[in-house]
């Protein structure tokens, strides 16, 4: 029974670390004027400043793709770089603003290409 309350208490603090963490980034990226991901339109330029969650290579129709989870404390979205196997800097964890235009695929946000600046 103690453990199961230990581990009850880790999955709580768990989860409250990652809301406030989602609280720190929302303030943070609202406060540069910047649209939130959870506030972009879908085909229409946007400007999105966020954290990188995850960076993966994954090829599409045969030809290789850097995908990276671009997320800012309301919402995500996949970032794309077709044809790139690597682009330095581009890494988990690094803060990053993207321009383009978010489109729809399979029930998920994309940005295919976009513009970048590494912060």
């Known amino acids: 029974m103690p453990e199961k309350n230990r581990l009850r208490r880790t ?3 768990w989860a409250n670390s ?3 963490e989602a609280r720190d980034l929302r303030r943070e990226f609202q406060a540069s004027g910047v649209l939130c991901i959870g506030d972009a339109p879908n085909r229409e330029p946007v400007h999105l400043r966020g954290t990188l969650r995850t960076v993966t290579l994954r090829p599409r129709g045969g030809v290789p793709a850097l995908e990276a989870e671009l997320y800012d404390g309301t919402g995500t979205v996949d ?3 077709l044809g790139r196997r690597r682009i330095a800097g581009i890494e988990a964890g690094r ?3 993207v321009s383009g235009r978010i489109g729809e695929q399979d029930g998920a946000r994309v940005l295919y290409n976009p513009r970048y600046e590494l912060l």
Request: glycine residues 0%; without cysteine.
């Open 11 to 13: 999955i709580s603090r």
């Open 18 to 20: 990652s809301e406030a």
């Open 79 to 81: 970032v794309i770089w």
């Open 95 to 97: 803060a990053i603003e």
